[in-house]
Structures are given as structure tokens and as C-alpha cells.
């Protein structure tokens, strides 16, 4: 076959962890043709100095309603991600009957922090079943290849209904959720998630439905994927987390769970990362095939008072959840609720080291008191720490920006998860939290920050836990996450010493004028292809002059 494109004078890192070699690498009809010492073709980008690399694949996103507005999949798109998985944790948000999906809203709202008014707004509806919900996306468009989980959430909701929140289901329910998680799966989900956390409130302050449900029902679906010989599985166990390797050698199908994080010794309800990940080795190596996610990027999120999806994980939260947002200045400043919520603070342990660090950076009626933390303002006040953050809140009608720090920014710890056998690169979770968090800027960093300037592992290796690995894991190989002929030309071109994520945004570009924090200026990404399609040239994005969208959706196979 002639070759259309060709990426001259480049050091290729192939994905495989292999050393990196002097190649071009020539592109026809969307796969790789050619790879070797002179390629040439009619057209020709430059790549001398330069790593190419396959695309990155972001196995942790929740892109699942943003997929229906975004097409392009910002910032993904901007930071040399060329695949990503959605429905993680049991969130999809197919298949859905017409009278569940404003439930279905206001939980994803409570639980991924997604404004209900901007997925009202941006989400069209026009489909019900998994299926069709990728067809619709495939017809739209898409400029990263997105591939998604059908979530048990979603699944509860389209069999039980309200149901779904409040009771275990019977086993006609169960043989019925079953029937559904196989037909999304023939229709192109790439497995099946579940959230068994134990802690997220969705609807009216409730537990989310995968939550309500039983070990037994939790199992069962789980098992589809064995019974249909299709899909991958995905888990939220939260803290107990040891059924899950239990599980796998029976199901006999790849298995993944999110996450293990570093947390202080004061976070008396989390267990040390060290002793999760001794227990995920053992089990790797009697052959369980369990892979578990974990992230180079601090749990930093900012945080308003007047949505705090972090602490709702708390008991005393509950009573929040279900307030509307005009009478939660009432709990606030009520010293009884309060007591209740710091107990609930001094039984979890979750910010008894992180006052000192917790900052206030946005104060539109206090600006004396941004970059101030809670814990001196709380000292000069003569107070606890969170009476002086519900005073300060209370004083800008809970709209008052928090920086807290939750979890994951112990470095050695930090590197000590990233370099384990069998642990994956994950929890980016674009899509959500987008208020708060920016983390879909997750491969930039690590190989910026953790790989180049840390060397924690070769660039070889660290590109290989961006690519090859999570293609691996994902059963999206050998299309994806490789350099090799035969394989789709999703091909992103680094200058290594100048990569950096860049500066991150607060805008507001979300339907109906909801906001985001967006980092669309990284440094270092010089060159991105999508199915041959160069969609980044020079360190610009091409996407709006782009006659169609090159990529596609990711099906199970």
C-alpha cells in the first residue's frame, strides 16, 4: 500500500516498554504501513528531536454525558490522548428509560459533581439503550476514541426504577439487570462497572443504587461478562477491597478496580497504601488478573460550600444532600449540625493533618482572607477549624473557594504505587468534578513531572503505562497502544525536555453557562494523529478546521 503520511526523523517509543529506536513511520488509509530507517510520503511531518509515541489511552473517565456536547473531548484532546473509557464506577449513563433519567441526574450530580443544569442543557436524550447511545456519539463525531463501561447504577435504574435506591433486588430483577448488561455489552460496551464504595449519597441524599444492591446481585452481573465471553470489569470497592481478587479467578475475566492513594496516618478510616498494595501483589502473584488503578496527581480539589461533593461521604452530609441550595445557610450555622459533622471529622480522620494546608483562594465578600488557611484563620479566631471554614463560607453565601488536599501527595509512596508490578495509570476522572479538579492532564504530568524530572522510570517505561499497558489491560490491542504496522495510526509527537501541563482555567463554556477548570495550553505536545488524522500540528490544535472528526468508538470485541 502507498504511503499517504509519513512522521520523518523521530525516535520511536513503541508502546512496549522496549528501548526507543530511530524510525519514520509511514500511515495509510488510518493504520501504520511502514516503520523504518527512510519513509517517505506526499505528506510529511516533521518529528526530529522528537519521541513519537502511540496515542495515550485514559482508562478512568466519567466523559460519559460530556461525550454528547464535547465531541472533541477537551482537554483530553489537548494532552495527546487519543482513547478514553467512560462509565467508570458504575456511572454510565445509558441505558436509561425517559422517567429515570432525572434521578439519574441529580445523582451524577451529587455523586461526579456535574451540574444539573448543564446536563439538562447538553444532554439530548435520543437514545435508551447502550447501544444506541454509541450510535448516537458515532454519528456526532468524535475527535478521541471513546469507548465506555455499562454502569450498575444506570442498569438498576432502567429494571427497578425509584426501586433502585432502596431495596436489594429480587432474583427475577437480578435475571433482568443480567439480560440488560449482556445486551450492552453485544452492543459495544467494553464491560461492566460497579461502585461498591459504600459512601456516595445520589438522588434525594440516598445511596447511590449499585450501593443498595447485594454482594450476591453485584456478582451476578459482574459474571455476564464470563456467561457472554466479552468484557472487561471495573470495580469501586472502596475500602474492602480483597473480594475482588477473590473473585477473579473464578470470573476469569481481566478485572480492574480504582484506586490505592496515599493518605496521612491521621486518616484513621483509610488503610496505608502499603498494605493494600502487599495484599494486590500477593494475589497478582497466585495469578489472580487484577490490575488497580492508581494516579501521579494529588486529591486536591477546590471546593464551595454551597455543593461540597467531597464531603459527602460523611454521615452529618446527608442532611445537606437533600436541602435545595437556598436553605443550606441554615445547617451551616446551626452549632448542632456542626458538632455532628466534626465527629464525623474526627472519626475519619480525613483533614485532622490537612487544616494548616486547607487554603482559602477564592473569598468574594473576604479577599483579606484568600491565600489564608482555615487552620490560622481558626487560631486567631479562637475556634476549631471547621467552625472558622462554616463562619467564612457563611460570610460569602457558601460561594467561597476552599484548595484541600485529601490525599495522594506523599512522594515516595506516590512513586512506590506507580512502579508496582501490575498497577495501571489511572483515576483521572475527566469529566467530573470539572469545578473542581483539572486531573485529565494526568499523562502530561507523569511524564513531565514524574518520569523526566523524577525519573521514577525510564521514558520507555512511563510512555509503555500510558499505551501498550492500559491497551493491554483494556482488550483495545493490538489496534491500540502500539506503533507497529497493522496497527490504527493514534500517534502522539513529544518534545520531551519542553513538556509541562501547562496553566489551569476556570471558564465557563459548559451548557448553560456551567464552569470548568480547562488546561488547554500544555507545552511539549507537538503532534497528534488520530487515525492518521493529524488533529495537533506544531503545538496547535486543528480540531475546528476539521471538515469531519476522525475517531471512533471503542466497542467490545
Not at 422517567?99 to 442543557?121: F, G, H, P, Q, Y
Not at 473576604?366 to 487560631?379: K, M, S
Request: one cysteine or more.
Amino acid at each position: 500500500m502507498d504511503v499517504q503520511l509519513a512522521i520523518r526523523g523521530g525516535t520511536v517509543v513503541d508502546g512496549t516498554g522496549g528501548p526507543p529506536r530511530r524510525a519514520d513511520v509511514g500511515i495509510a488509509d488510518g493504520r501504520i504501513v511502514a516503520m523504518d530507517d527512510t519513509v517517505a510520503a506526499p505528506t510529511e511531518i516533521d518529528a526530529t528531536g522528537r519521541l513519537v509515541c502511540p496515542g495515550f489511552i485514559d482508562c478512568h473517565t466519567h466523559y460519559d454525558p460530556q461525550v454528547l456536547w464535547d465531541p472533541w473531548l477537551s482537554p483530553s484532546c489537548w494532552h495527546g490522548v487519543t482513547s478514553v473509557v467512560a462509565g467508570s464506577c458504575g456511572y454510565s449513563i445509558a441505558p436509561t428509560k425517559p422517567a429515570d433519567r432525572a434521578s439519574l441526574i441529580r445523582t451524577l450530580d451529587k455523586v461526579e459533581d456535574m451540574r444539573v443544569a448543564t446536563l439538562e442543557a447538553g444532554v439530548s436524550w435520543d437514545f435508551e439503550t447502550y447501544g444506541q447511545y454509541l450510535g448516537v456519539i458515532q454519528r456526532r463525531g468524535l475527535a478521541v476514541n471513546f469507548g465506555g463501561y455499562v454502569g450498575h447504577t444506570a442498569v438498576r435504574l432502567y429494571v427497578m426504577g425509584q426501586a433502585a435506591y432502596e431495596r436489594e433486588a429480587t432474583p427475577e430483577e437480578i435475571d433482568k439487570m443480567k439480560a440488560v448488561v449482556a445486551e450492552s455489552i453485544r452492543g459495544g460496551a467494553l464491560g461492566f462497572s460497579t461502585d461498591r464504595a459504600g459512601f456516595h449519597l445520589g438522588d434525594g441524599g440516598r445511596p447511590v443504587p449499585s450501593i443498595a444492591a447485594s454482594q450476591e446481585e453485584t456478582e451476578a452481573l459482574i459474571g455476564v461478562t464470563a456467561e457472554i465471553g466479552r468484557g472487561v470489569v471495573h470495580v469501586a470497592p472502596g475500602e474492602n477491597y480483597r473480594w475482588v481478587y477473590d473473585l477473579q479467578p473464578e470470573l476469569g475475566r481481566r478485572l480492574n478496580w480504582s484506586s490505592i492513594l496515599t493518605y496521612p496516618a491521621a486518616a484513621s478510616s483509610r488503610a496505608d497504601y502499603r498494605t493494600k498494595l502487599a495484599d494486590h501483589l500477593a494475589a497478582r502473584a497466585a495469578g489472580a488478573d487484577v490490575w488497580v488503578q492508581v494516579t501521579c496527581r494529588p486529591i486536591t480539589q477546590h471546593v464551595t460550600m454551597i455543593e461540597p461533593t467531597p464531603f459527602y461521604t460523611m454521615g452529618a452530609f446527608k442532611e445537606l444532600v437533600a436541602l435545595a441550595h437556598e436553605d443550606r445557610h441554615r445547617l451551616y450555622a446551626d452549632p448542632r449540625w456542626r458538632a455532628r459533622v466534626q465527629a464525623d471529622l474526627d472519626a475519619n480522620g480525613l483533614l485532622a493533618s490537612r487544616w494548616d494546608t486547607l487554603a482559602v483562594v477564592e473569598a468574594p465578600n473576604q479577599p483579606d482572607l484568600e491565600g489564608r488557611t482555615v487552620g490560622a484563620v481558626a487560631a486567631e479566631r479562637g475556634c476549631t477549624p471547621w467552625d472558622a471554614m462554616c463562619d467564612i463560607a457563611l460570610a460569602d453565601h457558601l460561594l467561597t473557594r476552599f484548595e484541600i488536599t485529601f490525599a495522594n501527595d506523599e512522594i515516595d509512596g506516590v512513586t512506590a504505587l506507580m512502579q508496582a508490578e501490575g498497577a495501571v495509570m489511572g483515576l483521572s476522572d475527566a469529566g467530573a468534578h470539572v469545578g473542581q479538579i483539572c486531573d485529565a492532564v494526568m499523562p502530561t504530568d507523569f511524564l513531565s513531572r514524574w518520569v523526566r524530572d523524577r525519573q521514577v522510570m525510564s521514558p520507555e517505561a512511563g510512555i509503555h503505562k500510558l499505551t501498550g499497558e492500559l491497551a493491554e489491560m483494556l482488550g483495545l490491542a493490538p489496534d491500540r497502544g502500539y506503533l507497529r504496522p497493522g496497527a490504527v495510526a493514534d500517534i502522539t509527537v513529544l518534545d520531551w525536555d519542553r513538556l509541562a501541563v501547562g496553566p489551569i482555567r476556570r471558564v465557563n463554556d459548559m451548557p448553560a453557562d456551567g464552569e470548568r477548570l480547562i488546561a488547554d495550553a500544555p507545552s511539549g505536545i507537538d503532534h497528534i494523529l488520530v487515525a492518521g488524522t493529524p488533529t495537533r500540528l506544531d503545538g496547535q490544535s486543528l480540531l475546528d478546521r476539521l471538515e469531519s472528526l476522525p475517531a471512533t468508538t471503542l466497542r467490545s470485541a
